[in-house]
Every structure is written in structure tokens, then in C-alpha cells.
């Protein structure tokens, strides 16, 4: 032991703030009325953007209203298609959680009151972009016109499964969508994601990419090595968060923006409203500014 007349150092270990079965408490979360959360110029530094950075931008307000700088005003018929697509994700969702239930498949995982992460992005980026997705971002390849069809044969791996039996359920991919394999191991979309848009820069192209990460994956060392990459060098990857945990209460996860600062401009769409995942067409438009 130290002789020194410091007092002694104490190790700070997370705590979640509530166990399941207790009331959580989110009184520690500071969300801003709607419409409230400026919108900066898309070609701002980094710096430019410190102040929004942790602000959760909100489109829609207490009524359903879009109010404020971020209201994309959406033609209806957008907002229709989407909503449709997020209905079509959801009751797919609920027929295959009911299928795994039964035994016919191993493995479902939902994305039940996140539809419009996937959604809203698949709906912003061009066709041609690329997505980087975790085993929530079924909406994307429904958004972008896959079969629900191969979609089910690759849960069930049966003979009609595009992967031939060959990954988990719900793993899914498809080159014609733009959709990288969902892979097991938490995080490593992550780097691959960037890895692409480094190579689309390699080769003077136009296309970004887009990769999700829940909250707690954001722990694994891929999602910082990730980061550390697209700040270096400048990546056009765009990376919506997840809507919450499930598995790590936040409070102790922290959210990706919470934990880590990246030289690279951020905002943090609301989830949930279609409205607010397609305002990220912010993040998006960016790649016709200078690489800052
Ligand atoms: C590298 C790795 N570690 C652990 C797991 C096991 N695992 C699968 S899902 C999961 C929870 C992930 O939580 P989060 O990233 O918050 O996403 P959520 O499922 O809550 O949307 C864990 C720990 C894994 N698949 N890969």
C-alpha cells in the first residue's frame, strides 16, 4: 500500500439505475421540447456542431405536429409509404416471433418501436448506398423492396433460403439492396462499414454507407476502432443510433454520443417518428460538401 497522504483512489463501476423488476427512472434523460434543436449548416466543422451534438432533435410535437428547422416538410405520400413499410415490418415481425415461438425457427430477434431507424434511413439514402446493418434493420430491406418471401425462407433455412442454410436467422444480405450480412458478433459491422467508405473514396465514388450499432455493442472495441478510422480519415459513414437497449440499461451503456466525442459533425435523431429518422437526409446531403 501507498504511503502517500492522498486519499486513496476508488475504482468507478457503472450501475445500472434500475434492475428489471424495479421502476426505472428516467428523470437523468434531457429531452428539449420539439422544433427546439437548430440546424446547422450541412458543411460545419465538427466544433460547429458541439452544442446539438447531445441535443435529441424532435420533429413532431405533442400534437403530431412537425414544427421547427428540421421538419423535412415530407410529401404525404412519403409519409404514407413509410408508415405503410413500418406496419408491413411490424406485422411481419410479430407472424415470425410467433413462428419462433412455435419452434419452427430457432432464432427472431424484432424491431419493435424502432421500425422507423431502418426505415427513415432506407427512405434518405440513394438506392445505391450502402447499409451496415444490426439484426434491428429488417425495415431497411422491406423499405428497399426485398421479398418478405426470402425473407422468411432464410429464417426457416429451408430450401428455398438465399444463404442455403449457411447463416442464423435473420441474418440477412443481399448485394441488389445494398444490405451487408447481419453478422453474430456485436460491433464488426461497424469497421466493415467504414472499411467501405473508405474504398468508395479509394475509387472517387459518390456512394456513402450507413451503419447502426445498439447501445450496449458500443462497449466493443470494433465500434471505437471504427471511429477512430472514419475521424482519420475522413469517412462518409453516417451512424444512426439504435433506439435503446435492451439487454444494458442506458443509464450504464451511455449512449455512443455520450461516451465518445469523434471529430466528426454529429446530431442525434429522435427515433421512433419517421419525420425525425429522415432529417438525418441532413448527415446525408453533407457528401456533396468538402471531406471536413
Ligand atoms: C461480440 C459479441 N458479444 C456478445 C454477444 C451476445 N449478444 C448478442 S445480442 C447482445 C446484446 C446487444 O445489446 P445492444 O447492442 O444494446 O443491442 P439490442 O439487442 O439491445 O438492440 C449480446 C451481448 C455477441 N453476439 N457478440
Not at 122 to 131: E, R, S, T
Not at 201 to 213: E, F, L, P, Y
Not at 277 to 287: D, F, L, T, Y
Request: overall charge positive.
Amino acid at each position: 500500500m501507498s504511503t502517500s497522504s492522498y486519499p486513496p483512489l476508488k475504482l468507478h463501476v457503472p450501475e445500472p439505475l434500475a434492475r428489471p423488476g424495479q421502476e426505472p427512472d428516467f428523470s437523468y434523460l434531457r429531452v428539449g421540447p420539439a422544433g427546439a434543436v437548430r440546424q446547422p449548416p450541412i458543411d460545419s466543422r465538427p466544433s460547429q456542431t458541439a452544442d446539438i451534438a447531445d441535443a435529441l432533435v424532435r420533429v413532431l410535437d405533442d400534437d403530431g405536429n412537425a414544427v421547427g428547422p428540421w421538419d423535412p416538410h415530407a410529401d404525404p405520400e412519403l409519409l404514407r409509404t413509410g408508415l405503410r413499410t413500418m406496419l408491413k415490418t411490424r406485422v411481419f415481425d410479430a407472424r415470425m416471433l410467433t413462428a419462433q415461438r412455435q419452434k419452427k425457427i430457432s432464432f427472431y430477434m424484432q424491431c419493435l418501436g424502432e421500425e422507423a431507424v431502418g426505415i427513415g434511413q432506407a427512405m434518405a439514402l440513394a438506392p445505391d448506398d450502402m447499409c451496415f446493418p444490426t439484426y434491428r434493420q429488417q425495415g431497411f430491406l422491406v423499405a428497399r423492396g426485398y421479398p418478405l418471401v426470402d425473407m422468411m425462407c432464410q429464417a426457416f433455412s429451408n430450401d428455398r433460403d438465399p444463404v442455403l442454410g449457411r447463416q442464423m436467422p435473420v441474418m440477412y444480405t443481399s448485394r441488389q439492396h445494398g444490405f451487408f450480412s447481419v453478422a453474430g458478433n456485436l460491433g464488426m459491422q461497424y469497421i466493415q462499414a467504414v472499411g467501405w467508405a473508405m474504398a468508395s473514396a479509394i475509387k472517387g465514388d459518390t456512394r456513402i454507407v450507413s451503419a447502426w450499432i445498439g447501445d450496449g455493442s458500443t462497449a466493443e472495441p470494433d465500434f471505437h476502432s471504427a471511429l477512430t478510422f472514419a475521424a482519420v480519415y475522413q469517412a462518409r459513414a453516417g451512424r444512426p443510433s439504435g433506439l435503446a437497449a435492451v439487454s444494458v440499461p442506458r443509464s450504464s451503456s451511455g449512449s455512443p454520443t455520450e461516451r465518445v466525442r469523434i471529430p466528426r459533425p454529429t446530431i442525434r435523431p429522435g427515433t421512433g417518428p419517421l419525420m425525425t429518422g429522415h432529417a438525418s437526409r441532413w448527415a446525408i446531403r453533407s457528401r456533396a460538401c468538402r471531406n471536413t
